[in-house]
């Protein structure tokens, strides 16, 4: 009995000596002063014990930016399959009928392998372009109207060709086009104030059209990526001008899906693209992801769609229902809790295991982690998220005493820059590793 009530004791003691340290650790995050001006909710969760070791405000909304991202990536494991789908078509004795599913790879600079490019530059037939049901905005809800001239705001589209980004470079009154055939379909002039001496130092797009105004007399050699407005009859122009091949575009809609001989082209392993998806925080990626899943379940590319059902069927259980708006987070309606993350996190390891979301997501030194959790490189997978006085930080931490905690930190509203708020949370976590 003495035996039996020294080991309580010590137990005891134990979990009086654990949440001191948690105190402690909480509080010094929320005095950090990059911290205390703003708001923060806290989730960290051991699900090998189903208890939560912080819930500090874990059940308010924030606006999460790209960790949305997570939630994009978990529809995607669900319903996309294991290769994205590159193209519908249906082959016919004289032409082949091809429909676009949404596939961001086609043409992109980041992908090497060009599969269905390929595909299309061997086929000896007519190529006839179906009209796609392109049912959603080229922006998303929410967006910011001023980002429209920077390269992660790439409009949405059916057919996405070169990631829907012109690549613009030179010296002099030379200029480069990365694809060359965008020189044919835009309107350039050189800003009056610096001539076109020197090398390229800034592009400005247009709101409304592509025309594109160039600054010079820079120092050095840079590249600006700036996207372009889309359409379907632009994409197909900038893809026959690669395939040196006429492409018909009737502007008709045929659904593929309705003739017996349909069939889907793949792309590549899904993989490829969530893991830049997320070591990237790739926008277009994500927001590409939901138009294929609602192309490939509904036949129709509407981002509310998909989103709508995954909330209703999938995470029906989900601890607070998000204001889910976007698949890149871009959109300052999003709203989630830091439990709807842990919630979401223990799913996606639970469905699909643990070494492939530790593939999937960056560690320390890695992709967005690139300068943070040097320390911890190998035992923290997360994915970030940020826009100006918003930052986040949600995924999965694998403690010195080999126990795996699932967090999500969510801060709002802080008048400061980035960066102290995230060393803040850096610290918090490595203290939180350390300790447990």
């Avoid at 082949?96 to 992109?108: N, S």
């Avoid at 949405?156 to 060359?180: C, D, E, H, Q, R």
């Avoid at 790739?282 to 998909?306: H, P, V, Y």
């Amino acid at each position: 009995m003495n035996r039996l009530l020294f080991i309580s004791f010590l137990i005891l003691c134990s979990c009086s000596v654990h949440k001191k340290i948690n105190g402690q650790q909480l509080s010094q995050l929320l005095n950090e002063s990059a911290i205390a001006t703003g708001h923060i909710g806290i989730c960290v969760y051991e699900p090998a014990t189903g208890k939560y070791l912080y819930n500090h405000n874990a059940s308010k909304y924030f606006i999460p930016a790209s960790n949305v991202k997570l939630f994009t990536l978990y529809a995607g494991l669900k319903y996309l399959g294991d290769s994205l789908p590159g193209l519908k078509i249906i082959e016919e004795a004289n032409h082949i009928i091809i429909a676009a599913t949404g596939d961001p790879t086609l043409l992109h600079p980041y992908f090497t392998s060009q599969p269905i490019f390929n595909f299309l530059s061997k086929i000896s037939k007519q190529v006839i372009a179906t009209k796609t049901l392109f049912a959603t905005t080229a922006y998303g809800k929410g967006w910011s109207w001023d980002d429209y001239n920077e390269s992660f705001m790439n409009e949405k589209s059916a057919l996405p060709v070169y990631g829907n980004n012109i690549i613009f470079g030179g010296t002099s009154n030379k200029l480069t086009f990365y694809p060359n055939a965008a020189e044919k379909y835009i309107t350039f002039s050189f800003d009056s104030t610096t001539g076109n001496s020197g090398y390229l130092n800034e592009v400005q797009r247009d709101y409304f059209r592509n025309r594109y105004t160039f600054k010079f007399n820079g120092s050095k050699k840079t590249e600006r990526v700036i996207p372009f407005i889309t359409s379907d009859s632009l994409a197909y122009l900038l893809l026959e001008d690669t395939l040196h091949k006429k492409i018909y575009y009737p502007n008709v809609a045929v659904n593929p899906d309705d003739s017996a001989l349909a069939k889907t082209l793949f792309s590549r392993p899904v993989d490829s693209l969530y893991i830049p998806m997320m070591y990237e925080s790739d926008n277009f990626f994500a927001e590409q992801t939901l138009l294929m899943l609602s192309n490939k379940l509904w036949g129709a590319m509407n981002e509310a769609t998909i989103i709508d059902s995954i909330l209703f069927k999938d995470l029906k259980d989900i601890p607070q229902k998000p204001k889910w708006v976007d698949g890149s987070g871009l959109s300052r309606y999003n709203l989630f809790t830091p439990q709807a993350f842990v919630y979401l996190l223990g799913k996606m390891k639970n469905e699909f295991g643990l070494e492939r979301m530790k593939t999937i997501l960056p560690t320390g030194g890695q992709g967005t982690l690139k300068n943070y959790y040097l320390i911890d490189s190998g035992y923290i997978f997360a994915k970030t998220g940020t826009l100006s006085n918003t930052c986040s930080i949600s995924g999965y931490l694998i403690t010195k005493k080999n126990k795996l905690l699932i967090f999500s930190i969510l801060n709002n509203n802080y008048i400061s820059t980035a960066t102290p708020v995230k060393r803040a949370v850096e610290k918090f976590l490595h203290n939180l590793r350390q300790n447990h």
